[in-house]
């Protein structure tokens, strides 16, 4: 009888334990949009909890160590919100921060993401990244932070993403950095003096400078 007893007071513990958890897990992913699974772990959702959570379909699992609602809305850039998860110490740039800012029809099939040349290439296979590496002031300077799905971004300003895609030409291809150019200056999204500025900075303005002369003479 006792033991009886015991028996249904540990599982009416644990049933209590698994609600808890998945009640902080729902409220997590509720309020950041996505988590990743170490965030979870810090607030108290063990890893059997997420599984299950999964299992029963009240959460997805994005990629590898990320999970989001199954009913939260994908935004246009979700692309870059999962990407920026996986790898919090990239920044969104080149096609993916034009298109970001609306200077670009381009629609890249992966994420165009920069990390330090010092840093071991992450490992992800899903969303598709395509990385970069910058170094010095090219990697740290003209950063802006977007809130994407409740998660922090960072993509380079347009000014300095403009400039970026002239030193990637080869890899993007000039038509799309002089796209980028004249739809930063005719939509009045990054200042020509801007641009000379992260030009100059990126040793960059050699390459760049005959073209914004132009556009900046045909938008006159």
């Not at 950095?177 to 200042?191: H, K, P, S, T």
Request: proline share 4%; charged share 30%; hydrophobic share 45%.
């Amino acid at each position: 009888m006792h033991l009886a007893l015991e028996a249904a007071e540990i599982s009416h513990m644990n049933t209590a334990t698994d609600q808890t958890q998945r009640d902080r897990a729902l409220a997590l992913l509720a309020e950041r949009g996505m988590a990743r699974l170490r965030e979870l772990i810090g607030a108290g959702v063990d890893e059997e909890t997420v599984s299950r959570l999964v299992r029963r379909g009240e959460v997805v699992r994005l990629a590898r160590g990320l999970y989001q609602l199954p009913d939260a809305g994908f935004e246009a850039e979700h692309s870059l919100a999962e990407a920026a998860k996986l790898v919090p110490k990239g920044i969104i740039c080149l096609i993916s921060a034009l298109q970001f800012h609306r200077l670009t029809v381009q629609l890249p099939p992966f994420v165009w993401m920069a990390i330090d040349r010092t840093t071991r290439k992450p490992k992800v296979t899903s969303p598709q990244i395509r990385f970069v590496r910058f170094g010095g002031k090219t990697l740290t300077m003209g950063i802006e932070t977007h809130v994407i799905e409740g998660a922090s971004v960072r993509i380079y300003e347009p000014a300095k993403t403009v400039v970026d895609c002239f030193r990637y030409r080869r890899k993007i291809g000039l038509d799309v950095a002089l796209e980028g150019l004249r739809e930063a200056v005719r939509q009045r999204r990054a200042r020509p003096d801007e641009i000379v500025r992260y030009a100059k900075d990126c040793r960059a303005w050699t390459v760049i400078r005959p073209y914004l002369e132009a556009v900046v003479s045909d938008a006159a």
